[in-house]
T-cell receptor, first 113, second 110 residues
Framework: SQTIHQWPATLVQPVGSPLSLECTVE??????LYWYRQAAGRGLQLLFY??????ISSEVPQNLSASRPQDRQFILSSKKLLLSDSGFYLC????????????FGPGTRLTVL | DAKTTQPNSMESNEEEPVHLPCNHS???????IHWYRQLPSQGPEYVIH???SNVNNRMASLAIAEDRKSSTLILHRATLRDAAVYYC???????????FGAGTRLTVKP
């Protein structure tokens, strides 16, 4: 069966520090991968998605970036965090074909102080 | 941008049916409609999906309008554990990104 992992689960970082969040998927190959951000009490904002290694589509201009160095690994990064980067970050995957049901990871709660 | 429209919040009594509406007027003919729900501090979980016909599974039923511009998620007997934010969404045509609406916060009263 497929499993999606995210780490860390929680993170507290000072403004201006770098960020690296990792997401890995097991039990499937060539998934589409997604990063979402959810501000407190708000809906899901799509940040990036990837349909293959090295292929990244960005939805929102910001100081975040994403990379996909391996088929089942998706990384969200920042060189300098802003206060507004605080939120709940979710990784998700879908199959590359079919009806694109999304499966979400447990999320990382990021607090920037 | 493709959009879905849902009420911000709804309330239900325990053991009663709940009908959660969603409008998706710009959906294309081949895109599936999906529903997810999110409990506090968790990632969303899949509930149900459909294309044209009404669908049933162990969690819920999905009723899709004949013109596909709206759908309704039906919880037949709400329980306290069904209290969550419910999102409907669909895939944009010719694209692999997924966009969620603002969701409906369902409160279930005992």
């Amino acid at each position: 069966s497929q499993t999606i992992h995210q780490w860390p689960a929680t993170l507290v970082q000072p403004v201006g520090s770098p960020l690296s969040l990792e997401c890995t998927v097991e039990g499937t190959s060539n998934p589409n991968l997604y990063w979402y951000r959810q501000a407190a009490g708000r809906g899901l904002q799509l940040l990036f998605y990837s349909v293959g290694i090295g292929q990244i589509s960005s939805e929102v201009p910001q100081n975040l970036s994403a990379s996909r160095p391996q088929d089942r690994q998706f990384i969200l990064s920042s060189k300098k965090l802003l206060l507004s980067d605080s939120g709940f970050y979710l990784c998700a995957w879908t199959g590359a074909v079919g009806w694109y049901t999304q499966y979400f990871g447990p999320g990382t709660r990021l607090t920037v102080l | 941008d493709a959009k879905t429209t849902q009420p911000n919040s709804m309330e239900s009594n325990e053991e009663e049916p709940v009908h959660l509406p969603c409008n998706h007027s710009t959906i294309s003919g081949t895109d599936y409609i999906h529903w997810y729900r999110q409990l506090p501090s968790q990632g969303p979980e899949y509930v149900i999906h459909g294309l044209t016909s009404n669908v049933n599974n162990r969690m819920a039923s999905l009723a899709i309008a004949e013109d596909r511009k709206s759908s309704t998620l039906i919880l037949h007997r709400a329980t306290l554990r069904d209290a969550a934010v419910y999102y409907c969404m669909w895939r944009q045509p010719n694209n692999n990104d997924m966009r969620f609406g603002a969701g409906t916060r369902l409160t279930v009263k005992p």
